[in-house]
DNA sequence: ATCCCTGCAAACGCTTTGCACATGA
DNA sequence: TCATGTGCAAAGCGTTTGCAGGGAT
């Protein structure tokens, strides 16, 4: 129910923002919109791909790099690059800004949070006097078990 | 005289390296190191190849790409992902670790050292009990100049 | 009926790779 | 000598683009 609410909300932005940017609302969008909201992890655009072509739906990939621009532009999307060669995605409504631990001889992400992060932004943005809009931040660690 | 001195320790950490690693000190691997030093901006290989080729040194892209690889695990270069689909360098020996602020609207680079970004290392090491051994952290801006 | 969107495949641009020749050790 | 390094061009690979047909409005 929470679930369904949470994606009818999330559908009702995409909507939105299509109608005020006047691009159409075609089918492509809305389940390239739902199965990226059905994912827990970070995903690429290939992987999304193969999992919408083995079930429902047929979007080809062209159509899928255009509708993710459109979800990073309506904020329903965040865009990473942890180091590899190829950019990954995740669903950012209902989802805090965070920021990822890349533990490197497992390949794992790990998420967290840090206030000082915002604080030494509103520094920067003090001494240049500028606008920040965003960051990035990943850290990159090997786990100590294996030791 | 400070200038060379300090070029004569940066080929040495790099004639100790290659020794180590039994790699061979070959002329090319030296020019594009001393390229690479003259520099006082991040780059990229393409910029460098250009710049190397125009000038004394003659060297391809691929051994370019390779040295570079030699120098980042050196420690003597560091490398950038500022969000374009290149990578960019910079010299790193006798130069603090600092982070990024892209500007947007200009595509001008500022560097900033924020002791916070420390503190929030070591206690995520401690969360995750993991050892972080390098970081990224790049904060995207405008200015607020042109309004 | 428009004309934007989609799918397909070709093109792109940075990076890597394969191979024949050159050279440091 | 001979394994490693270099240069060149081709291949790789994620992403973008061009174009003809299709569908939203």
């Known amino acids: 129910m929470t679930k369904n609410k949470n994606n009818d909300q999330v559908k009702d932005v995409f909507t939105n923002y299509l109608t005020h940017k006047n691009h159409r609302k075609t089918p492509e969008r809305f389940s390239i919109l739902n199965e990226i909201y059905s994912l827990e992890e970070h995903f690429d655009v290939d992987s999304l791909y193969e999992k919408m072509n083995k079930k429902n739906y047929r979007v080809s990939r062209a159509t899928i790099y255009n509708t993710i ?3 990073l532009e309506s904020g329903l ?3 990473h ?5 190829f950019s990954q995605y995740e669903k950012s409504y209902f ?3 965070h920021d990822h631990v890349i533990i490197k ?3 794992e992400v790990k998420e967290f949070c840090d206030p000082r992060i915002e604080l030494i932004k509103k520094d ?3 001494v240049f006097d500028i606008k920040i809009d965003d960051h990035s931040l990943y850290l990159y660690a090997t786990s100590n078990k294996k030791k």
Chains 1, 2 share one sequence.
Request: no cysteine.
């Open 69 to 71: 621009e459109l979800l």
């Open 77 to 79: 999307v965040r865009k």
């Open 81 to 85: 690059q942890f180091g590899d060669s």
């Open 95 to 97: 989802n805090n800004q």
């Open 105 to 107: 001889d497992t390949g």
């Open 124 to 126: 920067i943005e003090n």
